[in-house]
């Protein structure tokens, strides 16, 4: 099954459009972690200076689009479906980049202790 | 010798004839000694720092937009600083007034402990202003966060969990304070009736910390509460510069919210511990001697929260210094460290992690 193209109608332009491709990328790339809250409408649209009405209708975009799901009282999260990493293992990625950063540790280090302690503790019967 | 000279000698002999316990007890009677004490405890804590940085690593130069990140910081990080130190200020000015220049019989002076409250919320208001008007700009390159931004995104995790701790212990304190408490004939509720069980003499009324003392205190407490929760969101929604300053201005804001919530928590710390003061004095009423023609009878008074109010009278100067400690600690970060200093650790690359390529 295929995304449906709603962002064709929309002018290429559009301060929505560039906000909508914003996220996609973010959790697409796996930024945004599944069931991650997204920024309410009110501060991306503070953050990027645009009205609020066009944040929101980039949220609309997202949502239409499958990529975030929206409940009242729950605001607006990232679908399930549409996020590479749950949310608490990306949280838990971002405190670690906190900590590497503030001991001075080197991003590549960092990923290749990541990736031996991975293949021994997967080797671990 | 002097009428003079036998009172200073009489004091000085009162005073070599305590023990060293006894004369601890004596001094930390005084909030002031608190302020001492708290300021030799940040210095032992400063020297033991120095000695420790020697030998560590030389800090990082700052990057060219992490210090005009920085430099959008520094003035709040300098009301803040200024802020602290008002609100020591302000507790001694009000304490050398209050107790040597004023005669203040007879008056509810409330205000002795809403000084500090008071105070702390000046400097949060000022702190508050300069964000809204000054301190929040158009981004110049705007940065799409992935977080949600809220009041308690930056504050503290312990500071802000161990300031709600103490509104509610100021709030318990006030409404226990207030029941207990008696009206005078003028319906002021400052007297604790304190009855000697079978005898026809009149309870004693001390003084208390009654509703007249604790509805105006947790009024200002309730108003320092309001303006710290609007001061830490206000600090936390304003957009971000650039994307490259996000990780410095995250990392200014922190500063910023802990700051802000230590001095709410001074503030409230040095007015509770100016109130278990005021409630630990009823606690050592408990003996009566009326004597008359050289004949005296003892009367035992009993009063059901007595050993609470001492244990209340000891813990006071543990919260003043406790208070001091932290007003000294934000006062020395923000006033004497460069501006640039916390934000120059950053790796501005890294900042790119939160935005959008």
Redesign the interface.
């Known amino acids: 099954m295929t995304t449906q193209p709603t962002t064709a109608a929309i002018d290429e332009s559009s301060p929505a459009l560039d906000i909508y491709r914003q996220f996609r990328g973010l959790i697409a790339s796996g930024q945004l972690g599944a069931g991650e809250r997204l920024p309410t409408v009110r501060q991306t649209a503070s953050d990027l200076g645009v009205a609020a009405g066009t944040a929101a209708k980039a949220y609309k975009l997202l949502e239409r689009d499958g990529l975030v799901v929206t409940r009242t009282a729950a605001g607006t999260r990232v679908a399930d479906s549409a996020a590479v990493l749950p949310a608490s293992v990306v949280r838990r990625i971002r405190d670690l980049v906190t900590e590497a950063e503030a001991g001075g540790a080197n991003a590549t280090d960092v990923i290749e202790v990541l990736r031996v302690i991975w293949q021994t503790q997967a080797n671990t019967p | 010798m002097t009428q003079r000279g036998k009172g200073v000698s009489v004091f000085w002999n009162r005073i070599l004839s305590l023990n060293p316990l006894e004369l601890l007890g004596a001094a930390l009677s005084i909030p002031l000694f608190s302020l001492a004490l708290a300021s030799l405890l940040l210095a032992g804590h400063g020297l033991i720092r120095r000695a420790r940085r020697s030998a560590a690593k030389p800090t990082p130069q700052t990057g060219a937009s992490a210090s005009s990140a920085a430099a959008q910081y520094v003035l709040e990080r300098r009301i803040l600083g200024i802020g602290a130190v008002g609100v020591i200020v302000a507790f001694a000015i009000e304490y050398v007034v209050r107790g040597y220049l004023l005669n203040i019989s007879d008056t509810v002076d409330w205000w002795r402990y809403a000084t500090p409250v008071l105070s702390a919320l000046v400097a949060l208001a000022v702190l508050l202003g300069f964000i809204v008007f000054r301190g929040t700009v158009?981004?110049e390159r705007?940065?799409?966060?992935?977080?949600?931004?809220t009041w308690s995104s930056f504050g503290p995790r312990r500071g802000l969990i161990g300031t709600s701790f103490l509104a509610v212990v100021f709030l318990a304190t006030t409404i226990a304070a207030g029941l207990v408490s008696s009206p005078d004939d003028r319906g002021r509720f400052i007297y604790l009736e304190i009855p000697a069980p079978n005898t026809t003499i009149d309870p004693l009324r001390p003084w208390f910390y009654g509703w007249a003392y604790g509805v105006p205190v947790i009024v200002c407490v309730a108003a320092l509460i309001a303006v710290t929760w609007v001061t830490l969101r206000s600090n936390a929604?304003?957009?971000?510069l650039r994307p490259q300053t996000v990780v410095a201005e995250q990392r200014a804001r922190v500063e910023i919210a802990t700051s802000a919530v230590y001095i709410a928590a001074a503030g409230m710390l040095l007015a509770l511990g100016g109130a278990f003061r005021f409630i630990g004095q009823s606690g050592s009423y408990s003996n009566l001697t009326i004597g008359d023609d050289g004949l005296s009878n003892a009367y035992e008074l009993s009063w059901r929260y007595a050993s609470l109010a001492v244990a209340a009278g000891w813990v006071s100067p543990v919260m003043e210094i406790t208070a001091f400690v932290l007003l000294l600690l934000v006062a020395r970060r923000l006033l004497r460290s460069r501006p640039g200093g916390e934000l120059s650790?950053n790796?501005e690359q890294?900042s790119m992690?939160?935005t959008?390529?």
Do not use: C, D, M
């Open positions: 158009t981004p705007p940065a799409v966060s992935t977080a949600r931004r929604v304003r957009p971000f650790q790796r890294n992690s939160n959008v390529r």
